[in-house]
């Protein structure tokens, strides 16, 4: 028995039963272990072009102002987003990011033995909020990359599952369907089941990816954030839409006074900067082409992606993968892999600048070279 | 059954059960209620004095790393603050503010029924969190304004208490028991019961309020916060220091991601800069000295305070000095007061500048004259 798995005796049954390991290793953990800093930031899908200058300049701004809490009903913020969303701003709920949120709604809606349905390799942070609050996670397949809505549904009946789990566009495949799909997969929902519908990417998706928002249908919410396509991953600014009877709900549980006042400020800046936002698109649009081009050079495949990273098929098992990824980092590139096989062939890469392109178009080929390297090694 | 009490049939039955009352409305819902901002905010016992300059700096340089998420372990902060505390770094974890903290502790050691120990009208967050994980809270009354150190530790054996909440210095009142005195309770703590000693306050009380932290005693974990003296509410920065068996638990259910990083950068800025803490300290005196002359010069009675705010005995019951609450702030003074009685017969100002307690001097007579009227006219 380890350290991290001894058990405080006044810990309820489920909290003693919860294993000590975490979703993510941050890259600044990875920089102590290895004693020096990466030189490309790629592996958690952060944006690299970061937030609008507007947006910098409003948080600098806020500063000062950070001896008061933050609004604890985040109200300018969510006046803004429903305009923005066309929905009534009781039908919005601010968080502390998606994880924030996903917390929160599974709390409301999971106990002990709640059955839950995901995609095999989507997102852990759900997993681990769902095994957090003694649910059971029932997975399925991806089909060729692709989480597989009619598979989801299938198993959500089959097991009654009270949520399914879905993100469009998909982490870590970066796959997406489009919005005639998801809404066919709303209106297949059995009865009493919620789509947990995370559109962290959605922003940088094409255009109509994502289907209306319809507010008045409790059977889906939706979750989107501040820290992908708006450049504010360290704000820790997400939001929820959906039914206002479920988001009031989250009025019960969650820290109320949670939300930073210079997030706030942040993210409400952000919001107004859309051309900003178009801006990054375009960025994260070239990097992805740049990519899919290293992966071409390197004779590999990459799936094609709607969000700021690529997956690229490094065209041999799970392990190769890791190999793979180890050696980048080795060489300074920090970048992520799916958990799951088939899709653990892969290493994740994020969107980047164009001097970050240019260390992966050097790094990978000797990654490959070092994991082929590896593999020959062990075939003598 | 208005519409906040109407229940998403996905809830949870302990969801489905939670009230949707809140703690606390913020100032800011209060002003967008009566239509004008309020001339001096002293009702969250923020600290008007701010966090140091060179904290302020820090997060506006920060601003522009935004874009990165904060470092999930919040290594560095956590490495100054076991310095500081002289304990080590896995015997601190560190979260959105102590309202944050708490969460998860009540998490991991609450569920259906569990019992808990506090004060009547102490902390209402904390009691929140309990409600919200299912445990009965058990409470005893304050003596002379002061939390009981023997009522809780009797009825925490009484009931079989899991935890026991104490702050010391104590809010909403602004006591504070001696360090011998909170060492003793920890020693005649029934075996298995916690003690969530709360020390929001601590920098701004008497040198030697806190008994000196020992990580061995697995008795107790003690919170604190950025939030108070250090000037930073808007933040979201609190830490639990504790044993290592109870602190590594956290981890398993925190939202790793979650701490800000600009957040992170103000924490640790803040801590190094203990001049400027120190400086704040002589500010609240000189302000806490002048909360005690307006009373007097009103014919009232201030509870003596350790921390960044005084209550002040408006002399008569709980429905008076509400009335005088809401008079306060329609002259443009946000201050809270006691929720039980009979503490509920004070209003609680928070420490602020100059003319902060001008404007009270000259608020408060009126406010009183108010209520006074109020009184008057009912009796005819």
Same mark, same amino acid.
């Given at each position: ?22 979703? #993510? ?12 800093? #990466? ?17 910098? &300049? ?12 933050? !609004? ?17 701003? !009781? ?42 609050? @003694? ?21 959500? &009946? ?98 109320? #006074? ?20 178009? !801006? ?18 390197? @004779? ?16 041999? !098992? ?29 290493? &994740? ?32």
């Amino acid at each position: 028995m380890t350290k991290d798995t001894e058990n405080d005796p006044r810990l309820t049954p489920l909290a003693a039963s919860l294993p000590s390991t975490v979703p #993510f290793i941050g890259p600044e953990a990875q920089e102590r272990a290895k004693g020096t800093p #990466f030189k490309a930031r790629l592996g958690a899908n952060e944006s690299v072009f970061g937030p609008s200058p507007s947006t910098i &300049r409003a948080m600098r701004q806020a500063a000062k102002d950070v001896w008061m809490y933050g !609004d604890p009903e985040s109200h300018d913020l969510r006046m803004a987003l429903a305009v923005h969303h066309v929905v009534n701003p !009781d039908e919005i709920v601010v968080g502390a990011g998606i994880d924030g949120l996903l917390d929160s709604l599974v709390r409301l809606t999971v106990t002990d033995g709640t059955p839950v349905v995901t995609s095999a390799g989507a997102y852990p942070t759900f997993n681990y909020h769902v095994t957090g609050y @003694g649910g059971t996670i029932h997975t399925v397949n991806y089909t060729a990359d692709f989480e597989d809505p009619d598979h989801l549904i299938a198993k959500a &009946r089959e097991v009654g599952a009270k949520l399914i789990y879905l993100s469009n566009p998909d982490n870590p495949m970066g796959t997406y369907h489009t919005a005639a799909t998801i809404q066919r997969m709303i209106e297949s929902l059995p009865k009493g089941c919620l789509l947990v519908l995370d559109e962290a990417y959605v922003e940088l998706a094409p255009k109509g990816t994502a289907p209306a928002i319809n507010t008045k249908d409790s059977r889906v919410i939706r979750m989107r954030t501040f820290s992908k396509g708006y450049g504010m991953a360290g704000a820790r600014i997400g939001y929820a839409v959906g039914h206002k009877t479920l988001i009031s709900a989250f009025n019960r549980v969650r820290n109320h #006074f949670g939300m930073g006042r210079i997030s706030q400020v942040g993210a409400l800046t952000a919001l107004e900067d859309q051309a900003w936002l178009e !801006d990054v698109c375009e960025q994260v649009e070239e990097s992805r082409q740049r990519l899919y081009e290293i992966a071409t050079e390197n @004779g590999l495949e990459a799936i094609p992606s709607a969000t700021n990273f690529v997956a690229i098929d490094c065209g041999k !098992d799970g392990a190769f993968a890791r190999t793979v990824l180890t050696a980048l980092g080795e060489l300074g590139v920090f970048v992520r892999m799916p958990f799951v096989a088939p899709q653990d062939r892969c290493v &994740r890469i994020s969107c980047g600048t164009k001097k970050d392109m240019a260390l992966v178009a050097k790094a990978l080929p000797k990654a490959l070279a070092q994991a082929q390297a590896a593999v020959d090694t062990q075939k003598v």
